[in-house]
């Protein structure tokens, strides 16, 4: 296993920053935001997208990142068909990245994650999102973007991401813990049998802007310290949060479980509840 800490830097990027960078050369920028089932008369993802994004931004469906063969929701594809989708975005080894959402941060820390198990390393997430950017005064378009087809050099990085036999097998492991990065209301009404709960909006500030690394630290607590840690929610999102958190604050032995509760519980693995 070769899993690092990652320093702030890594994952994040200001809005103030970004703003500087906004005419670099090789720079991607995506806007990874999904409105899941939006009310009669609410903006879609993609319609958010149009009616204002960062200058140059091009739209992320996290589907083009999926698994269309399995049963479960954004699914991680296989390594080929990964490194195309990416590289259909148009990331290449010289690509400087950037994603952001406009609604809860977890939809672009989940794009870093995917791209940081694929093996590309110069990505960050826009701390405070769309909200920040627009804080700091930076201004909003409505042209769509896309970005031209590129090749993807994808090395991966299996640690990054674990399957259901994983987390079953960590079920006998005294040194692994398994966390539920979900509210404790979806906790409590069923989770992987023997994982804790860390719900991620502990680790937000309003959904979108990661806490300072001292308050990050002291909000998880002991969690295995110096064991490895896989994180799940519903469907691999939320997780993402969790993870990087522990990246950060100095336990890297972390993995995601892609499938989360979507797969396990579709697969009938052992779950428990509350009284």
């Not at 701390?127 to 991966?156: C, K, M, S």
Request: charged share 20%; with cysteine.
């Amino acid at each position: 296993m070769n899993m690092q800490p990652i320093e702030r830097n890594e994952l994040l990027i200001e809005p103030a920053d970004l703003e500087i960078k906004l005419a670099t050369e090789n720079l991607l920028i995506f806007d990874a935001t999904v409105i899941v089932n939006p009310a009669e008369g609410e903006l879609s993802a993609k319609e958010t997208y149009l009616n204002g994004h960062i200058p140059g931004a091009a739209f992320l469906d996290h589907q083009q990142l999926a698994d269309k063969q399995s049963p479960y929701q954004l699914m991680v594809p296989g390594a080929a068909i990964l490194a195309s989708s990416l590289g259909a975005l148009g990331i290449n080894p010289e690509s400087e990245v950037v994603v952001y959402a406009t609604t809860n941060m977890a939809w672009a820390t989940r794009i870093w994650w995917l791209l940081r198990y694929a093996g590309f390393n110069n990505v960050r997430v826009l701390n405070g999102g769309l909200a920040g950017w627009q804080a700091v005064g930076g201004e909003l378009e409505t042209e769509e973007h896309r970005y031209p087809v590129a090749t993807f050099d994808i090395d991966l990085q299996p640690d990054w991401i674990v399957s259901k036999e994983d987390v079953l097998n960590a079920m006998q492991d005294e040194t692994t813990s398994t966390v539920n990065a979900l509210p404790e209301q979806a906790h409590d009404n069923a989770h992987i049998a023997g994982s804790s709960c860390q719900p991620f909006s502990l680790f937000l500030d309003d959904g979108s802007r990661l806490l300072a690394d001292d308050e990050l630290k002291e909000r998880l607590g002991e969690v295995a310290k110096d064991g490895r840690v896989f994180t799940y929610c519903g469907g691999g999102i939320a997780a993402t949060v969790n993870a990087v958190v522990h990246k950060l604050v100095g336990n890297p032995n972390v993995s995601v479980y892609d499938g989360s509760m979507s797969e396990w519980t579709g697969e009938g693995l052992p779950i428990e509840k509350e009284s």
